[in-house]
């Protein structure tokens, strides 16, 4: 439905998105992921049409939009800080967008109903928007973005103004609606867990560009560098040099490593690259012969529920596993990584 095509743009010459492409199906929810200044709300903008790109183009259903103006483009925007009419009614501030289009009375008092009955605030609309929580105010501001029956929706950070508990229950009600329902939508956050929820799929940016894309598990399967690696969370990271091929036998300043999974397709040896060693690959052992072996002292120990989060330093830098038995902070462990636990990527940052 929607292709965004080799987008750029700068400020004051400052490249901020260096040619982003990717496309949204029919009641798909592509979630885009980057860290805070990555340039997420300024594509949004150029997507919905208030910002010009400087180069690439945005197309629906195969047609350039550059021509199209906002108002024409028919995209509903959610964002953080709501922008309601503050003195308005929650049904006043459904309708003003469907009054701009000239509805008549009628249609209008439907879609107001029907909207508010999709977000569980039907009892509200007549209450001051000024009254309402702030969870409630973002529902009224997703129901004024509804009402219209947008082609697209796009949604940016907005569940940033709410506390914990609020976010994951709009998150759930939110991700309902968009299952339901056929309309596309963008949904633009820096928080993994949150993207994790709700994406069909995730759309990484780094440094202007599209990192890594795919259905979360995917992503979270094989990050295929060690940016999107640490951006989602990963934190067992290891330098090495390739010494065999097949099988994929990597030397690192810890030792020997055999890695049962990589990311990249031809790997010579010699070649620089970094391995991922996933948190639930490790085994405590007493032998330390061998590959695939980390001696540490355990710096911290916290119970999770489903294992122990066990912290280790290993000559200097630090490992988290989830063992299912308890450490000693102060203790050396040995502990050894399934090779298939071992993920091998490209070099870089
Ligand atoms: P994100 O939403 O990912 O946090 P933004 O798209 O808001 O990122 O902005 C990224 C950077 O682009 C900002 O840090 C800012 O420096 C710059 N920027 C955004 N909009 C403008 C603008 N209108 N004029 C100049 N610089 C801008
Ligand atoms: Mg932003």
Known sequence: MLEVREIVKAYESQPLLRGISFSVSMGETV?????????????????AGLEQPDDGQVLWQGEDL????????????????????????VAENISFGLRMQGLAREVIQERVAAALEQ????????RRVTDLSGGEQQRVALARALAPRPKLLMFDEPLGALDKAL????????????????????????????????ADRLVLLHEGCVEQEGPPPEVYARPTSPWAARFLGFINLLPGKVVSSNPLRVETALGCWWAGNSTMCHIPAEKPVTLLLKPYGALPVTDRSGHNLLEGVVQSVLFRGEGF????????QEFQFVLNQYFAVGQTLVLKVAPEAVLCLGEGN
């Open 167 to 198: 976010r994951t229950q709009l998150l759930d009600e939110l991700r309902k609606l968009l299952q339901n329902s056929e309309i596309p939508a963008i949904y633009v956050t820096h928080d993994q867990e949150e993207a994790f929820a709700i």
């Open 309 to 316: 989060r066990v912290d280790v330093l290993v000559q200097g």
């Open 119 to 126: 977000v569980n605030m039907k009892s509200f609309a007549a």
């Open 31 to 47: 979630c885009l992921l980057g860290a805070s200044g990555s340039g997420k709300s300024t594509l949004l903008r150029i997507i």
């Open 66 to 89: 550059a021509a199209i103006p906002v108002h024409r483009r028919q995209f509903g925007l959610v964002f953080q800080d709501y922008a309601l009419f503050p003195h308005r009614s």
